[in-house]
Nanobody, 124 residues
Framework: QVQLVESGGGLVQAGGSLRLSCAASGRTFSSYAMGWFRQAPGKERESVAG????????YYPRSVKDRFTISRDNAANTVYLQMNSLKPEDTAVYYC?????????????????WGVGTQVTVSS
């Protein structure tokens, strides 16, 4: 069992930055691919970043590429999402997820564990 706890969300002006953290319980964090997803009201959950279990491959959709960066610290059991040049359309609840021995990208339904999310609000 893996428990995930996100932090770092908040209110930021357009053009600003936030760094989200996702702390994982357990001693096998390094075996898990990690993903960041977001869900805005009335919209489906979408992937915004992923990193494979080895940490040598990342994925970003076009909507956030060159603005968001995912990284992991296996010693700290933590995955991060650095978000720069934020836009009002980035407003959503952000979730992290874990998939054992996963790739940098897989659909949300493939993930084994999910956090409860953290709200990010970008004002114009």
């Amino acid at each position: 069992q893996v428990q995930l706890v996100e932090s770092g969300g908040g209110l930021v002006q357009a053009g600003g930055s936030l760094r989200l953290s996702c702390a994982a319980s357990g001693r096998t964090f390094s075996s898990y691919a990690m993903g960041w997803f977001r869900q805005a009201p009335g919209k489906e959950r979408e992937s915004v970043a992923g990193i494979n279990w080895r940490g040598d491959s990342t994925y970003y959709p076009r909507s956030v590429k060159d603005r968001f960066t995912i990284s992991r610290d296996n010693a700290a059991n933590t995955v991060y999402l650095q978000m720069n040049s934020l836009k009002p359309e980035d407003t959503a609840v952000y979730y992290c997820a874990a998939k054992k021995y996963g790739d940098s990208y897989q659909p949300p339904t493939f993930y084994d564990y999910w956090g409860v999310g953290t709200q990010v609000t970008v004002s114009s």
